[in-house]
């Protein structure tokens, strides 16, 4: 079977414990991904989000693992549209003190052929594009300290 997993990879000359707090602190979040409800890193936790562009899709997703400043992987899913059940997983590795390789893989993304057009692959590949290309990059810039 074919791995049909969207990969998005970027090196950022900041710090890994910047860039995981961008991941992991709700506040931080809420500037540059999503404003999430409930989320707390600890296995298991349940957390949702709606995206700020207007759609009323709410995103339920559950955290599977978490290895700090390493990876957190968490489900991501439209249980209101969907019955589908897809992966997300951001891993850190830090190659210089200030300087910091981010890798997303989400998988699964066929499993939410039954919602129709709105959960695509080709929507998820450009919204992940943005996110780790621009948003993500845009955010952590405000964070450098000179």
Same mark, same amino acid.
Request: net charge positive; proline share 4%; aromatic share 14%.
């Given at each position: 079977m074919?791995d049909?997993s969207?990969?998005k990879e970027?090196t950022?000359?900041?710090g890994?414990d910047?860039?995981? +707090?961008?991941l ?7 500037e ?5 409800k409930?989320?707390?890193l ?11 562009n207007?759609t009323?899709f709410?995103?339920?997703?559950r955290?599977?693992e978490?290895?700090? $400043? $390493?990876?957190?992987r968490y489900t991501? +899913? ?8 897809s992966?997300?997983s951001?891993?850190?590795? +830090?190659?210089k ?13 066929e499993?939410?052929?039954d919602a129709?057009s709105?959960? +695509? ?7 992940w594009k943005e ?8 955010h952590?810039?405000?964070?450098m300290?000179?």
């Amino acid at each position: 079977m074919e791995d049909r997993s969207i990969r998005k990879e970027i090196t950022l000359n900041i710090g890994i414990d910047k860039v995981w +707090s961008a991941l992991t602190i709700p506040n931080e979040m809420k500037e540059w991904y999503f404003d999430v409800k409930g989320f707390k890193l600890k296995p298991f936790n349940k957390f949702y989000f709606y995206e700020p562009n207007g759609t009323n899709f709410k995103h339920v997703c559950r955290i599977l693992e978490i290895m700090p $400043q $390493q990876r957190i992987r968490y489900t991501w +899913s439209y249980p209101e549209y969907s019955k589908g059940v897809s992966i997300v997983s951001w891993r850190l590795t +830090s190659l210089k003190k200030n300087q910091t390789h981010v890798a997303l893989i989400h998988s699964g993304i066929e499993n939410f052929e039954d919602a129709g057009s709105d959960l +695509s692959r080709a929507n998820f590949v450009a919204g992940w594009k943005e996110i780790i290309e621009t948003i993500l990059p845009n955010h952590l810039k405000k964070q450098m300290v000179f």
